[in-house]
Structure formats: C-alpha cells, structure tokens
C-alpha cells in the first residue's frame, strides 16, 4: 500500500471563509503557515 488515504489526512479550517480543507503536498513545508483553502480567500482576508 502507497501512501497515506484522504481520510487521515490533516485538516484546517479557512480563517475567511470556514470552509474545511485538507493537507496538500504542496503546501508539505509550509502547512503551519497555511491559513486560507485558496487564493481568492486569501485575497478576501478579514481586516485585522
């Protein structure tokens, strides 16, 4: 078996928009950092 299944992955709740996502490859050095599921949410962020 390769690789870890979609369920047991970790998961973060967008801070814009609520919208549950899960972790990517992409964001494999960073997802402490990730705060947002996309780009346009990212572009919404709330003031702070």
Do not use: H
Not at 18 to 23: A, I, Y
Request: proline residues 4%; hydrophobic residues 30%; aromatic residues 10%.
């Amino acid at each position: 078996m390769r690789g870890v299944k979609k369920i047991n992955l970790p998961s973060k709740i967008c801070i814009t928009c609520g919208l549950k996502f899960t972790w990517r490859k992409k964001w494999e050095k960073n997802w402490d950092n990730i705060k947002y599921c996309s780009k346009s949410c990212q572009r919404k962020k709330l003031p702070a």
